[in-house]
């Protein structure tokens, strides 16, 4: 989740940025009146999440979750966007960004660092949670055969 250049990074970082940055970068690229087609409107629903098991790493389905994905088409770039819970604005907006930085709109560069500023957040965030529960590790002794 570090490259907002890379779709599927820019996807994460979409949905983990906050609405309100979203709404502003498309407002801004939808005040050029670019050609615009909503190919999937807004509307929450809900998604399996999927994670993975921290022993033997294999993915397991955790249950269901309230998401809301959008899609568009912007002067013919398609741009996609799925933020958590019910959030109808901040999805179309993320599918109208995703779609400004696949087509390097104009806005690109600055939504690049407005995602990386995400993407920082995110791993001091991980970071610190790390360190919160770094006191609950327990290290266990091996046993040694005395045979």
């Known amino acids: 989740m570090d490259d907002p250049r890379n779709r599927s990074d820019r996807f994460e970082l979409i949905a983990a940025t906050d609405g309100d940055v979203l709404e502003r970068f498309a407002d801004s690229v939808l005040a050029e009146e670019p050609a615009l087609?909503?190919?999937q409107e807004p509307r929450p629903q809900?998604?399996?999440q999927r994670v993975r098991e921290p022993v033997e790493r294999r993915p397991f389905n955790l249950g269901e979750v309230v998401a809301t994905p959008?899609?568009?088409s912007l002067d013919g770039t398609r741009g996609f966007a799925m933020v958590p819970g019910k959030a109808e604005r901040a999805a179309f907006s993320g599918a109208v960004v995703d779609a400004a930085v696949a087509?390097?709109?104009a806005v690109t560069e600055k939504v690049v660092a407005a995602l990386s500023r995400t993407a920082d957040a995110y791993k001091d965030e991980?970071?610190?949670e790390w360190a919160e529960s770094r006191h609950t590790t327990v290290e266990f002794e091996t046993m040694?055969?005395?045979?």
């Open 37 to 39: 087609r909503v190919l």
């Open 46 to 48: 809900l998604v399996m």
């Open 70 to 72: 959008a899609e568009v």
């Open 103 to 105: 087509a390097d709109h």
């Open 126 to 128: 991980r970071r610190r």
């Open 144 to 147: 040694e055969d005395d045979l």
